[in-house]
């Protein structure tokens, strides 16, 4: 097992303006549901990237939305999920960077995730407490079921006491930190 360096930024001074990466590297923007990974990644790739490829779940649950809108979410959910992993591996198979959102809470698509980046994967943690998530869930007018949240909550704390063994670098941010954060470079990005 590799040993993994976990940075985590303990005072202003500390904080990157911006986080560089190699280029041909896959980065998981991870955290509980409502931490500000999707807030994250429209404010720092609004146009998709620039060269970058965005996996953001919400891309997809947009896409079904046209075709599936009017049954309730719970219905159409794992078709998102599975059109989600689906549209992840396939991107993997092509060069240059990868920016994934990816709530990390769950051991079987950290593992996918691993298994078909063929590159060093780079983890970003969004570290929140449960109260920060649920209102970034209010304000998004998108609520977690309560069980479902307890669940991703306690998973997390194992993601954060041991980060994936493979991972590149481990990089864990509060949401104040994240929002100070100005840009993620790849390469010649």
């Not at 620039?50 to 996996?55: K, N």
């Not at 407490?129 to 997390?156: D, I, K, M, Y």
């Not at 991972?167 to 509060?174: F, H, K, N, P």
């Amino acid at each position: 097992m590799s040993a993994v360096a976990v940075e985590r930024p303990v005072a202003r001074r500390d904080l990157a303006a911006e986080l560089r990466y190699d280029r041909d590297v896959v980065l998981v923007v991870a955290g509980i549901p409502g931490a500000g990974k999707t807030t994250l990644l429209r404010r720092l790739f609004p146009d998709g990237g620039d060269g970058v490829r965005v996996l953001d779940s919400d891309h997809t649950r947009t896409w079904w939305r046209r075709y599936l809108g009017r049954l309730p979410y719970r219905y159409w959910r794992p078709v998102v999920h599975l059109t989600h992993y689906a549209r992840l591996v396939r991107a993997m198979r092509t060069p240059g960077p990868i920016v994934v959102h990816e709530c990390a809470t769950r051991p079987w698509a950290r593992r996918l995730i691993f298994r078909a980046a063929r590159r060093p994967v780079h983890l970003l943690l969004l570290d929140v407490s449960p109260a920060e998530a649920l209102a970034g869930q209010v304000a998004r007018n998108r609520r977690v079921r309560p069980s479902a949240f307890a669940t991703h909550c306690r998973n997390w704390q194992q993601v954060l006491r041991r980060p994936h063994p493979q991972a590149a670098t481990v990089t864990v941010m509060d949401r104040a930190q994240a929002a100070r954060l100005e840009a993620i470079r790849f390469g010649g990005c």
